[in-house]
């Protein structure tokens, strides 16, 4: 996939990144609907295997969540550069993607969660202090949800990926009521995806 990308695009990329940093609330993994949207279905910048396998090479390696933003910069930035046909030529416009990407989403919600938390912490006996983090439950739970919504969503939603939707709604259902440590999970659906059963 090779795109053309203008300092306006750019631009739009950033400032989109910006806000949505001050919507990750519960990690950058609950933005992935909405980049979703903005980067897959509005304006074709990455293609859907793109943007999933970035989202699944992150959560699979060691570390935060938030690298699947600097995977799926790369990719906006490699297509910008001519794609994988342009080899070491589109480097540079993929580390540019990861840097306007990351600075997009790690800035805004830095600076917020550093300055709130201080007060929170000077303030966590109050009670709308104690009532806004019970209300944020439920909100983060619905983006949890929605991201593996689209993850599932990606590989079809006939009845022939029956198994995929099947482990789906078990690794949920067993996250939910369990204290299953979640690299078990993680490992298990490695495991099957090797042996093919998903």
Not at 138 to 155: E, G
Not at 170 to 180: A, F, G, K, M, Y
Request: proline content about 4%.
């Amino acid at each position: 996939m090779t795109l053309d990308l203008s300092h306006t695009d750019w631009l739009t990329l950033l400032t989109h990144f910006l806000s949505l940093s001050l919507l990750s609330v519960g990690g950058a993994v609950t933005t992935a609907p909405d980049m979703h949207r903005f980067l897959v279905d509005q304006h074709h910048w990455l293609s859907d295997e793109q943007f999933t396998t970035s989202i699944a090479l992150a959560q699979a390696a060691p570390g935060p969540n938030v690298m699947y933003i600097a995977l799926v910069g790369w990719n906006v930035g490699m297509n910008a550069g001519g794609g994988l046909a342009a080899g070491l030529a589109a480097w540079p416009s993929a580390l540019l993607g990861v840097l306007v990407a990351l600075f997009g989403i790690l800035l805004p919600s830095t600076t917020l969660t550093f300055m709130v938390a201080r007060w929170g912490h000077q303030n966590k006996e109050r009670r709308f202090v104690r009532a806004f983090k019970q209300g944020m439950a439920p909100v983060v739970i619905a983006l949890l949800v929605s991201t593996a919504w689209i993850l599932t969503a990606s590989h079809g939603s006939g009845l022939h990926n029956w198994p995929l939707w099947l482990v789906t709604a078990l690794s949920t259902v067993l996250v939910w009521r369990t204290n299953i440590h979640l690299l078990w999970l993680l490992g298990a659906g490695g495991v099957m995806g090797w042996m093919g059963w998903i």
